[in-house]
């Protein structure tokens, strides 16, 4: 069953810590990354709600339909909203006012996000564009992809030098200043919901409709993690320290997974304690002269007869 409000969670105990007041549905929940603020999107806007008492600070009303997704920048002062309606706002979280309308679109805005200065911001959608914005000026600087399919999610990597995005079963890499395609991410069998940059920018997460959560090198476009929940990822997160992944999947499972590589400490550790080596027998440790001490089991004599 889905609970009535939002839940806040402890993901390292994995219990619920409060319930978000004043809304039943939201859409593309953000922490601020203070960790002082949510902002999500409802019917028409943006709410925003304080952490630590879960009580609505404010209603941030502009669109004229339900908000799919946003993006909070990284100084915790503006937010990115993209609706049904086609349109994307850029706000000011300080005085809850619209600072510019992005339009551009022709159908649902699905992913939104800011560069790490907050000049730039890109977009994705149901038209089948990913869209990098000017937000001094509004104007459409650049679009990317094959305009083939609906692009469920796209992001900027922290620097802002790459662009990846989905189209359909897999991840392409572009050259944010030139557009040029550099790579493509190839495993998923599924159309692929969620993806996640780590903050340094070497790793992207995806989630996607064939049950699993993937961990990919940007710059070998590998494969070096993959998880098989089974149930499809419709929403992923990547931790600061890339070790750990949040997931919300369509059993409505929030889960906290540990996707990073085993080093090989450990898994010489882990073989070294599970492989199985039969013991000597006394006639083997005779033949090979094997050192005094070792431990050998007399080999069981079968009778001619037998």
């Keep these: 069953m889905v609970p009535d409000d939002p839940i806040v969670w402890n993901v390292n105990t994995g219990r619920r810590i409060r319930r978000l007041q004043g809304a039943s549905f939201l859409n593309g929940a953000n922490i601020s990354p203070d960790g002082t603020r949510i902002v999500a999107g409802d019917e028409n806007g943006l709410l925003v709600f304080d952490v630590d008492s879960g009580e609505l600070l404010a209603t941030l009303s502009g669109h004229d339909d339900w908000v799919q997704a946003v993006a909070i920048n990284a100084d915790n002062t503006r937010a990115l909203s993209g609706s049904f309606d086609t349109f994307i706002i850029l706000w000011d979280l300080e005085n809850g006012e619209q600072i510019r309308q ?3 679109h022709t159908g649902t805005v699905f992913s939104v996000a800011f560069n790490a200065e907050s000049t730039r911001a890109l977009s994705s959608g149901a038209d089948n564009r990913i ?9 459409n600087l ?5 305009r083939t399919s609906p692009v469920s999610s796209a992001l900027l990597s ?16 572009w050259d944010a200043e030139t557009g040029r395609e550099l790579r493509r991410l190839l495993g998923h069998s599924e159309p692929i919901y969620s993806l996640a940059f780590s903050l340094d920018g070497t ?8 049950g699993t959560l993937r961990l990919w090198d940007v710059s070998t476009g590998e494969e070096i993690r993959r998880i098989n929940y089974g149930v499809a990822m419709r929403a992923v997160a990547l931790a600061p320290d890339n070790r750990f992944a949040l997931t919300g999947a ?8 540990d996707v990073r590589p085993p080093a090989l400490d450990e898994m010489r550790a882990w073989t070294s304690a599970n492989r199985y080596v039969p013991p ?3 006639l083997q440790v005779t033949q090979y002269r094997i050192e005094d001490g070792v431990e050998c089991v007399e080999e069981e004599v079968i ?4």
Excluded: H, K, M
């Design 131 to 139: 869209i990098l914005w000017d937000l001094e000026t509004g104007t």
């Design 158 to 173: 922290p620097d802002g030098s790459l662009v990846v995005g989905v189209l359909t079963n897999n991840i392409v890499i």
């Design 303 to 306: 009778a001619a007869d037998q």
């Design 102 to 104: 992005l339009e551009g």
């Design 280 to 282: 000597f027998t006394c």
């Design 142 to 146: 650049r679009e990317f992809g094959t």
């Design 250 to 257: 369509e059993d409505y499972s929030v889960r906290l997974w």
């Design 203 to 210: 790793l992207v997460l995806s989630g996607s409709g064939d």
